[in-house]
């Protein structure tokens, strides 16, 4: 039998070590998988990653969520070394995933790995009493993926200036689409565009249900010259107006 996918394996490795008193695991997998039918078998190289245990919280999200953020990094970390855009989205999940737990990775709009928590009738047949979240990465198409080049420039001699710009979005306004309507305003100053806190109010006092609340800091510097504050706050106006335009509502 030729197995289409690395997961089952990968569960069945966080399972015997939680039950050999392994509480904290971190694993993966390189292997071959196989897609197709009995007349034409595809064969491709593929990569699980599984966790499960203590992961740690940031100011970014809970504690019962820093496991899956985790493993979310990992794929991420992993993508960012090729050249293409990484995004991700939550459609057409396998039925491994807990519903609304899991999300895939694309890279220039191809699909190239899924990850999450494992769900609860999966865990139930291993005998799992924590949360494990898996991520499962199609190699051979990263294999076929130049890496990026790195780039190497001068440091600047010339101060860096942070803007913080806080903004309250609705649910449907992602990360990925604020970095992206930021970067497009093609300021060459701009070095970083970061979420610095995301905050939500589940009693919908401090910020409406439907909406999360999110910081948002941009860091300009020149390398060549010190930043005006005309300039500063002509680049601050524009930042303003294109998060609003996504539908963002700036905070006092």
């Not at 740690?56 to 855009?85: C, I, N, P, Q």
């Not at 913080?164 to 979005?169: A, E, H, K, L, Q």
């Not at 306004?173 to 995301?198: C, F, N, Y």
Request: net charge neutral; glycine share 8%.
């Amino acid at each position: 039998m030729l197995r289409p996918t690395l997961v089952p394996n990968m569960a069945a490795m966080l399972a015997q070590n939680l039950h050999r008193d392994v509480s904290v695991v971190r694993l993966f997998e390189m292997g071959t998988v196989f897609t197709g039918s009995s007349v034409a078998v595809k064969e491709e190289t593929g990569v699980a990653v599984g966790a499960t245990g203590a992961a740690s919280a940031t100011s970014l999200y809970k504690a019962e969520d820093a496991l899956f953020y985790e493993v979310k990094g990992t794929v991420e970390a992993l993508l960012r070394k090729f050249a293409g855009v990484v995004s991700f989205d939550g459609t057409d999940l396998p039925e491994w995933i807990e519903a609304g737990r899991g999300a895939r990775a694309l890279l220039d709009g191809e699909m190239v790995a899924v990850f999450g928590e494992l769900n609860a009738i999966e865990a139930q047949k291993r005998k799992l009493r924590q949360t494990c979240v898996l991520a499962e990465v199609r190699a051979q198409v990263l294999l076929g993926t130049p890496l990026k080049s790195p780039v190497a420039k001068d440091i600047s001699r010339f101060q860096a200036v942070e803007r913080d710009f806080s903004f309250v979005f609705p649910d449907a306004v992602r990360w990925d689409s604020i970095e992206g309507a930021l970067k497009a305003l093609e300021i060459a100053e701009m070095l970083r565009v970061t979420p610095v806190e995301i905050f939500r109010d589940a009693k919908g006092k401090a910020v409406a249900a439907g909406s999360y609340s999110c910081l948002v800091r941009v860091v300009l510097q020149s390398s060549e010259r010190t930043l005006t504050e005309e300039e500063l706050s002509g680049w601050s106006e524009k930042i303003v107006k294109t998060l609003t335009g996504l539908g963002g509502v700036q905070r006092a």
